[in-house]
């Protein structure tokens, strides 16, 4: 059995290659550079197929229409390093020995 933990798997050439037929009124090279914008903005394969689609339905909607639903770079949370929290404690617990010996 094939594993579904990889799908949906990125198809961007199908991507764009629908596009281009659906929405002829788009520059190919401008959608797959927002396109890139997205990825890096940190959407999902899933999520960015999703916009696309609803992009391509909407007849007044534009290739920049897609980063509007990014999140800004500031408010994106970063997973933590998985220890962090123990280290920092650790941290915490030893600075606080140092002063009481002091």
């Known amino acids: ?12 050439s199908q991507l764009l290659a ?5 929405r002829p009124d788009w520059s190919p090279d401008h959608l797959r550079d927002v396109i ?6 940190d959407f999902t394969w899933g999520r960015l197929l999703v916009a696309v ?9 534009e290739p920049p229409d897609l980063l ?9 949370r970063r997973q933590p390093i998985p220890d962090t ?7 915490a617990r030893a600075a606080l020995h ?3 010996t002091d």
Request: hydrophobic letters at 50%; a negative charge.
């Open 68 to 76: 509007a639903g990014a999140p800004e770079a500031w408010r994106r």
């Open 18 to 22: 629908l596009a281009a037929v659906a």
């Open 36 to 41: 890139a914008q997205a990825r890096y903005a």
């Open 1 to 12: 059995m094939d594993d579904v933990s990889d799908v949906p798997r990125p198809a961007t």
């Open 53 to 61: 689609a609803q992009l391509i339905a909407d007849p007044e909607a």
């Open 98 to 100: 140092n002063t009481d």
């Open 85 to 91: 929290a123990q280290r920092g404690a650790a941290a």
